[in-house]
């Protein structure tokens, strides 16, 4: 008995967090953790179908075994989406943990964590940074990958060419 309590005690260490979505305090938020196959939304939609779910140009979802499917809109890095953390797993089933939003005029996903289904390695949904970061030899938990927003060349462009609230000639109050 004494052996088998140490064992089960040691196992429980071992078997690594137990991940779980962090609260966000936003209305109509709910934890939501379910397994799905990534898809490319466009395929999904239309049948037009490239390879590797486009490339990373597309918006990805995710299609649970029932038919429904979710709209993955946010990952855990600031003013991200979650294409980066999901392309790798283009075709394949995963498990997707984080918060589901259930607004009466829009449901959406933010996903927070996720891992080949059924048993593979959690990773945290920050892969846009990592990627943002490696892309320019930068350290990714340094302050200038952490405000990637600030000096990103394509953001500059989109800001330079259409304001900051993406209408041409719209400014803010002085």
Same mark, same amino acid.
């Given at each position: 008995?004494?052996?088998?309590?140490?064992?089960? *005690?040691?196992?429980?260490?071992?078997?690594?967090?137990?991940?779980?979505?962090? &609260?966000?305090?936003?209305?109509? &938020?709910?934890?939501? %953790?379910?397994?799905? *196959? @990534?898809?490319?939304?466009?395929?999904?939609?239309?049948?037009?179908?490239?390879?590797?779910?486009?490339?990373?140009?597309?918006?990805?979802?995710?299609?649970?075994?029932?038919? *429904?499917?979710?709209?993955?809109?946010?990952?855990?890095?600031?003013?991200?989406?979650?294409?980066?953390?999901?392309?790798?797993?283009?075709?394949?089933?995963? *498990?997707?943990?984080?918060?589901?939003?259930?607004?009466?005029?829009?449901?959406?996903?933010?996903?927070?964590?996720? %891992?080949?289904?059924?048993? =593979?390695?959690?990773? %945290?949904?920050?892969?846009? @940074?990592?990627?943002?970061?490696?892309?320019?030899?930068? +350290? %990714?938990?340094?302050?200038?990958?952490?405000?990637?927003?600030?000096? +990103?060349?394509?953001?500059?462009?989109?800001?330079?060419?259409? =304001?900051?609230?993406?209408?041409?000639?719209?400014?803010?109050? &002085?």
């Amino acid at each position: 008995m004494k052996i088998w309590i140490i064992a089960a *005690t040691a196992a429980a260490l071992f078997a690594g967090p137990a991940l779980a979505a962090d &609260e966000w305090g936003i209305e109509y &938020e709910e934890k939501a %953790r379910f397994d799905a *196959t @990534v898809v490319d939304i466009l395929c999904e939609l239309s049948g037009d179908c490239p390879e590797n779910c486009g490339g990373g140009k597309r918006q990805l979802g995710l299609l649970k075994d029932d038919g *429904t499917l979710i709209l993955p809109a946010k990952n855990q890095d600031i003013f991200a989406g979650a294409a980066n953390d999901l392309l790798p797993f283009c075709g394949r089933k995963i *498990t997707a943990d984080g918060l589901l939003i259930k607004d009466p005029k829009a449901t959406l996903f933010v996903l927070q964590f996720k %891992r080949l289904a059924p048993d =593979g390695e959690w990773s %945290r949904a920050t892969w846009f @940074v990592r990627d943002w970061a490696e892309q320019r030899g930068l +350290d %990714r938990k340094s302050q200038e990958a952490k405000n990637w927003f600030r000096g +990103d060349e394509q953001v500059k462009a989109l800001i330079e060419a259409d =304001g900051v609230y993406g209408i041409p000639g719209l400014k803010p109050e &002085e």
